[in-house]
């Protein structure tokens, strides 16, 4: 399975950005599709997750109320609409897949495939 996320880029405080995340396949039975970030010199932290079956969301407290995280079945796609961005959210935005049904974990080592990252950059 290969991750290809795209749609980071430079914005504005208050700016808003949509990434996405396209899987080459998904032939597991209920996998959760997730972004994590990652800021210069700080660990990889969780942002949303969703679950492929029943599309059930979850969100870091960091993004509730701002971020989106949606998925497309027919595209094997997932997006992450982001709004009112700050500053604090630049970071490389990575998409992970894992295969466990159904199970929504935070801790990055539990998911067994990653996208390369695309960056985020919030100006002031």
């Known amino acids: 399975v290969q991750l290809q996320a795209s749609g980071g880029g430079l914005v504005q405080t208050g700016g808003s950005l949509i990434l996405s995340c396209a899987a080459s396949?998904?032939?597991?039975?209920?996998?959760?599709m997730s972004w994590f970030r990652q800021a210069p010199g700080k660990e990889r932290v969780f942002v949303a997750s969703i679950t492929w079956i029943g599309g059930r969301t979850y969100y870091a407290d960091s993004g509730k109320d701002r971020f989106t995280i949606s998925r497309d079945n027919a595209k094997n796609t997932i997006y992450l609409q982001m709004n009112s961005l700050k500053p604090e959210d630049t970071a490389v935005y990575y998409c992970?897949?894992?295969?466990?049904?159904?199970?929504?974990?935070?801790?990055?080592?539990?998911?067994?495939?990653w996208g390369r990252g695309t960056q985020v950059t919030v100006s002031s």
């Open positions: 396949r998904l032939y597991f039975r209920s996998p959760i």
């Open positions: 992970a897949l894992d295969r466990t049904d159904g199970i929504v974990t935070t801790n990055p080592s539990t998911y067994d495939y």
